[in-house]
């Protein structure tokens, strides 16, 4: 039996990266690249959720300065309205910093400097943003790939040897048992999940 989707005006999130595993319990949706415009950094908006609830939005123009974050939605007007949600955005940046700077401090010691210097800014939720648009531009290269080629990573040398032939079976097998000798795991077989592990651990 199909399960409705208990939110369903929200973007669901990629199944993928679910299965994978999630670091940190921000996330972003509606996310919209301009790699024409990216120049130091990516240029996007986005939408940014906290524990799967809506947070506020994201945005950088790409030139290597920091994002710019602001409430979801149209601004309200003045009153009422308008305070309770500059009052939510600032409770979910609040939340956002509290929660970077422990996905940061996850990283390992080599990052305690910028736990001590940066957890009161802004600083650290960029860098987790950045972390998860690479993610997703990461998945979609991984995709691309597969889809056209046969893939293999090469447990030795953590590369990545490709083959561009149509990646089925009839296919597959062949550059398989040629090189059964080689220690290589077929990405094509397995599933999305477990190819992103290898994909990026890649060189």
């Not at 599933?191 to 290898?198: F, G």
């Amino acid at each position: 039996m199909t399960q409705r989707n208990p939110n369903p005006f929200q973007p669901s999130s990629d199944p993928t990266l679910e299965e994978y595993g999630r670091a940190t319990s921000i996330e972003i949706k509606n996310l919209k690249l301009n790699k024409h415009f990216s120049e130091e950094t990516h240029c996007f908006t986005a939408t940014v959720y906290i524990d799967g609830k809506r947070a506020f939005s994201v945005e950088s123009e790409g030139r290597g300065g920091a994002n710019d974050y602001h409430p979801y939605g149209k601004p309200r007007k003045v009153g009422d309205k308008r305070n309770a949600q500059l009052s939510d955005f600032k409770d979910a940046m609040s939340e956002a910093r509290k929660e970077a700077a422990r996905y940061i401090e996850a990283k390992g010691d080599d990052y305690d400097w910028a736990v001590e210097r940066f957890a009161d800014t802004d600083e650290l939720i960029d860098w987790v943003i950045t972390d998860l648009v690479n993610e997703i531009e990461l998945l979609k290269e991984m995709r691309k790939h597969l889809k056209i080629k046969v893939v293999a990573y090469n447990t030795r040398t953590r590369e990545m040897d490709q083959w561009r032939t149509t990646p089925v079976e009839s296919n597959i097998d062949p550059l398989k048992k040629y090189h059964e000798k080689m220690p290589y795991v077929w990405l094509n077989e397995l599933s999305e999940s477990e190819a992103l592990k290898y994909w990026r651990n890649a060189k």
